[in-house]
């Protein structure tokens, strides 16, 4: 019971907002907490909340390592990202619009609860140029191959897994081609970047299949064009999503 209730705790994604236009992503969710704080209050707010939460996930991931059974089962997981959370750095002049993702990921568990996994993505991030109406974009795909390993009950009822893993290849690439006299400048990933996720599972009954969610987040290095007119730093990219994916226990 301790398990079930530390996996369903973990569910809350509160790990990786950082920074203010993620508190505003995550406002979305708590409008009706949130309306009872003035708005000048209510980044105060959800900071504070996430620090809490923090903390409780830290012992909960502990809950789960130290109180769960291992498992002694086999699993095939598939994933697929269903929200990016990365978005452009803000400034003047330009608005951000909803970034997004797409990919799939597997993953083969053995017994032992090790497992190893390959994960591709392309994220776009988009920007409006508010003078002129015209959007850019900055694109970038990865490529992961990763480790991980499993917490969870026995007959993995209910899990958790963690995963460390590097980007072997990939791209950037901004477009700023609808706006006259510029186009698109792209460049490799080079071999090295990281890669972290977390991932929470359910199976329904005895039946073998589980239903997962999941979080990952990129780090990779590019090269920076010589002649790039991109006023910043285009050698260094992140991203992140949340996932969603089913597993099938044997």
Same mark, same amino acid.
């Given at each position: 019971?301790?398990? %079930?209730?530390?996996?369903? @705790?973990?569910?809350?994604?509160?790990?990786?907002? %950082?920074? %203010?236009?993620?508190?505003?992503?995550?406002?979305?969710?708590?409008?009706?907490?949130?309306?009872?704080?003035?708005?000048? %209050?209510?980044?105060?707010?959800?900071?504070?909340?996430?620090?809490?939460? *923090?903390?409780?996930?830290?012992?909960?991931?502990?809950?789960?390592?130290? #109180?769960?059974?291992?498992?002694?089962?086999?699993?095939?997981?598939?994933?697929?990202?269903?929200?990016?959370?990365?978005? !452009?750095?803000?400034?003047?002049?330009?608005?951000?619009?909803?970034? *997004?993702?797409?990919?799939? #990921?597997?993953?083969?568990?053995?017994?032992?609860?090790?497992?190893?996994?390959?994960?591709?993505?392309?994220?776009?991030?988009?920007?409006?140029? =508010?003078?002129?109406? *015209?959007?850019?974009?900055?694109?970038?795909?990865?490529?992961?191959?990763?480790?991980?390993?499993?917490?969870?009950?026995?007959?993995?009822?209910?899990? @958790?897994? @963690?995963?460390?893993?590097?980007?072997?290849?990939?791209?950037?690439?901004?477009?700023?081609?609808?706006?006259?006299?510029?186009?698109?400048?792209?460049?490799?990933?080079?071999?090295?970047?990281?890669?972290?996720?977390? =991932?929470?599972?359910?199976?329904?009954?005895?039946?073998?299949?589980?239903? !997962?969610?999941?979080?990952?987040?990129?780090?990779?290095?590019?090269?920076?064009?010589? !002649?790039?007119?991109?006023?910043?730093?285009?050698?260094? #990219?992140?991203?992140?999503?949340?996932?969603?994916?089913?597993? @099938?226990?044997?």
């Amino acid at each position: 019971m301790t398990c %079930k209730i530390a996996c369903l @705790l973990l569910y809350h994604q509160f790990l990786n907002i %950082k920074n %203010k236009t993620q508190v505003y992503q995550f406002r979305l969710v708590m409008d009706n907490r949130l309306m009872k704080y003035p708005q000048e %209050k209510r980044i105060d707010f959800i900071e504070n909340y996430i620090r809490k939460m *923090k903390k409780i996930l830290v012992f909960l991931i502990l809950v789960m390592l130290f #109180g769960c059974s291992k498992g002694n089962k086999n699993q095939i997981q598939v994933h697929t990202p269903i929200l990016e959370l990365s978005v !452009n750095k803000a400034s003047e002049g330009y608005t951000n619009k909803t970034s *997004k993702s797409s990919g799939y #990921g597997f993953r083969y568990i053995l017994k032992n609860q090790w497992g190893v996994g390959f994960y591709s993505n392309e994220t776009t991030r988009t920007q409006n140029v =508010d003078q002129i109406s *015209k959007e850019i974009y900055d694109i970038e795909k990865n490529n992961v191959v990763d480790v991980s390993y499993t917490f969870g009950s026995k007959n993995l009822n209910y899990y @958790l897994s @963690l995963g460390y893993g590097l980007v072997f290849s990939g791209s950037r690439t901004l477009d700023y081609s609808q706006i006259g006299g510029l186009s698109v400048e792209e460049t490799n990933a080079k071999l090295g970047g990281t890669s972290m996720m977390y =991932d929470i599972g359910y199976q329904f009954g005895k039946s073998g299949i589980a239903l !997962n969610f999941g979080y990952r987040k990129q780090n990779a290095k590019y090269d920076q064009p010589s !002649n790039s007119t991109s006023t910043s730093n285009f050698s260094n #990219g992140n991203n992140s999503q949340y996932l969603i994916g089913l597993s @099938l226990i044997y």
